[in-house]
């Protein structure tokens, strides 16, 4: 990066004007954002602004269903060995979420039948908007999170001249997202059951290092049974290990920046705690916490306005709301050594069962309505009336046709190849026959 006028462009809708935020000096990751007008009302949570609340919620929804979100999505390994792999090797069957750098794409494989989704991004707008160390970095999250059933799971890289694949996970149960914006709020006990997997997640995610810092309804995924995905790990933090490591990176989605994120300053993995309030809130009410049509106005709402919360949600849930959207990072609900572990204690979670939420194990409240495995009607109508856009692929010639081989985790060293930062990106998923989450 050049300055400190690098910015991230922003993933939403183009009815809405992007408007960049400035970065630290020293950081050179970017940050997601966007203006949504002029008004300056913030969500207030009095009985007589319910009928504005509902409005404001309906048109806040209508808008952000415009973003473009990456939908990542399962089944299971590609059968047998294979030497080579190429966009020719699967058959694209639509467009299943969109973003700036390019298309999530339903596909079949070939040879095996199997439905997945293909994650396709241009090295040439990579390359332009100086995303390649977040590129790099969403791999190498994605290598270590194999393991756990809240997580998308990644089965191969590969690479052409001009286009970068992942191929994931098709998870077809619709976005979190999509179902709130369907029913405006979830009960309190489906609420529990989300937030209980998420937390499961996140606190995985913690013990291998890694702080997530975009967690938002978008990019949790439901799977055919009900269960929770979480996907899409551009925005991914590695190495830091326990509470007291810090960042300061200034990054994230508007609606669920942290405080300590506004203020820029360092901070830790405790920020995954508070848009897990933030989340948690809005399935509950209807809208993020401190929202605002003024983006400015909502920033300044989250540093320093109070929390409101209306009694529509029990005493237990308000209570851990309180917890987890602390201002102060040191007096929020899994700050500490405990992490996610003082969060799962708390009294709002008394009817989960961890050791079964762990296992995947827990009965959904809600099932959606999936009927094969290419089955599209949970995704928004908005992407999958999108033209299939493959463009210019390029050749998979022999030094760029990606090799099925379980290549060098540690691709991070050839950010500075200039000439070829993706070399070594080819990647394949060893054989976890024993462990495949059936989704």
Wanted: proline content about 6%; overall charge positive.
């Amino acid at each position: 990066m050049t300055s400190g006028t690098e910015i991230r462009n922003s993933d939403r809708p183009t009815s809405r004007n992007a408007s960049p935020l400035l970065l630290s000096p020293a950081s050179s990751e970017y940050v997601t954002t966007t203006t949504c007008g002029s008004n300056g009302s913030t969500y207030a949570g009095s009985a007589a602004a319910s009928a504005a609340h509902a409005a404001a919620a309906a048109a806040a929804r209508a808008a952000r269903s415009r973003r473009g979100r990456h939908s990542s999505i399962n089944l299971d390994n590609l059968d047998g060995p294979q030497e080579t792999m190429s966009p020719s090797d699967f058959k694209f069957l639509g467009v299943i979420g969109k973003g700036s750098f390019g298309q999530v794409l339903l596909a079949r494989h070939i040879a095996s039948g199997k439905a997945y989704a293909v994650k396709m991004l241009s090295k040439r707008v990579i390359s332009r908007r100086k995303e390649t160390q977040h590129v790099l970095s969403e791999r190498s999250v994605l290598i270590k999170v194999l393991h756990h059933p809240y997580l998308v799971q990644l089965h191969y890289a590969f690479t052409t001249r001009h286009k970068i694949f992942f191929v994931l996970d098709f998870v077809n149960g619709g976005e979190l997202f999509y179902h709130l914006q369907r029913e405006r709020v979830f009960v309190e006990p489906r609420a529990m059951f989300y937030a209980a997997e998420i937390c499961c997640a996140l606190t995985y995610m913690h013990t291998k290092g890694i702080v997530y810092r975009d967690l938002k309804p978008e990019n949790l995924l439901l799977d055919r049974e009900g269960h929770v995905v979480l996907t899409d790990f551009g925005l991914c933090k590695e190495g830091l290990q326990n509470s007291s490591c810090r960042t300061g990176t200034f990054c994230g989605t508007p609606e669920y920046l942290a405080p300590e994120i506004l203020l820029k300053k360092p901070y830790t993995r405790v920020v995954d705690w508070w848009t897990l309030g933030a989340v948690l809130y809005e399935m509950l009410y209807g809208l993020p916490p401190f929202y605002s049509t003024n983006q400015m106005v909502m920033y300044e709402a989250i540093v320093s306005k109070p929390l409101k919360l209306k009694n529509s949600a029990s005493a237990r849930a308000r209570n851990l709301l309180t917890g987890l959207l602390k201002k102060a990072p040191e007096e929020r609900l899994g700050g500490g050594p405990e992490d996610g572990e003082a969060i799962k204690g708390h009294e709002f979670f008394r009817a989960v069962d961890w050791a079964l939420v762990e296992q995947r194990k827990m009965r959904p409240p809600f099932v959606p309505r999936v009927t094969s495995d290419t089955d599209t009607r949970n995704i928004d109508p908005s992407f999958t009336r999108e033209p299939v856009q493959l463009g210019s692929i390029g050749s998979p010639a022999p030094e760029l046709r990606a090799s099925a081989k379980l290549a060098d985790v540690n691709i991070n060293n050839n950010f500075n190849n200039k000439n070829n930062p993706f070399k070594g990106f080819s990647y394949a998923r060893p054989d976890l026959e024993s462990e495949v989450i059936d989704r």
